[in-house]
């Protein structure tokens, strides 16, 4: 694959960070417009807790056998320090909330990868994943021979793409999901690209899904597969994508 090629999906992240950050702002101005027209509505809703846990079993998100259909994910409401947010209370909307926050880590750029840690992490691991990424993006600086202090750039970056899933465990307020992903890492415009596959814990608090370092993520590890092949099919992996 050319180096244009692996640009242009270093950026697909981006792009979609700029999409969502334009939907919400039109979702803000409708829902002022709304609240403005129908001021006299019932008050009732005002207090809703909107946290309650909603069904979480679903056909196209569960552990079943692979498909070549892709399961679109609920797209995110808003974004926040690089990282979108807000998801629903569903195995889909856990599967979309790893995926989202696996596509935009910057973990070549020691600053923004801890504010990225601490959107994503649990209410209580916003230090251990916050100041661990941070250590782990300036040991990966480092071990490129990269001052440790330093930010991504059109040459060295650090890019993942989701491309397919399995869940392991489903609770209310727990899903375990596996990401099977694309990789690429270059480094002063020399790059390569590998598949890698990782467990996630995912946690619902404070209203919305995030990432749980405590714990081992439920079920045996997938099996590695090339995305979109029918070995990957066979392998249990469930293509994803995003809502446009």
Known sequence: MSFDYHTQRRRRARNRLLMLAALVVAAAMGAAVFAFLSNGSDD???????????????????????????????????????????????????????????????????????KQGRVIAAPREKDLLGLGLRDSTEKLRERHQLPADGESDDGTYYTSTSRAYQIKGVSANRVTVWLLSDVEVSVRGVSRTYTEVTGNVMVWANGDWKLSQLGEPAGKEPAEATPDTSEATKAGWRTLAYQK
């Open 44 to 114: 009732k809703e005002a207090g809703k807790d909107d946290t309650k846990p909603t069904p979480t079993s679903s056909r196209s998100a569960g552990p079943t056998s692979g498909t070549t259909t892709p399961t679109v994910l609920p797209t995110p409401r808003d974004v926040k320090d690089g990282v979108p947010v807000g998801y629903p209370h569903t195995p889909e909307g856990a599967v979309s909330a790893i995926a989202h926050f696996n596509d935009v880590l910057d973990l070549f750029t020691p600053d923004a990868a801890e």
